[in-house]
């Protein structure tokens, strides 16, 4: 099964780092620092990121499960991490393989 048609689970627990390595090397170009899943998409103008951010507040509030983003004018860093878990789960994994879907 594909992260990306899973769904987030309320009670996830905090994953190991051994763990969350190997769930980030199915993403694309994920990066697991400090206890977070990040990645910086670019875009070629404001209009392009900010349809982005909205397709992450919709992927976000589907699943419950909601990101830290830094907009700026043609990027968007996504961060993912379970604060009630102390770190990452399963489900920022999921969310993440959503938004290489889109």
Request: glycine share 4%; hydrophobic share 45%; proline share 1%.
């Amino acid at each position: 099964m594909s992260l990306a048609t899973e769904t987030c689970q309320a009670d996830a627990g905090k994953l190991d780092e051994i763990a969350a390595e190997m769930l980030a090397s199915e993403l694309n170009e994920w990066l697991v620092l400090g206890g977070k899943l990040e990645k910086t998409f670019r875009f070629k103008d404001f209009y392009h990121t900010i349809a982005f951010v909205n397709a992450v507040a919709y992927i976000a509030n589907r699943q419950d499960h909601h990101p830290d983003l830094e907009v700026t004018y043609s990027r968007c860093k996504v961060v993912w991490s379970t604060h009630s878990a102390g770190g990452l789960s399963r489900n920022d994994f999921i969310c993440a393989a959503r938004l290489d879907a889109l």
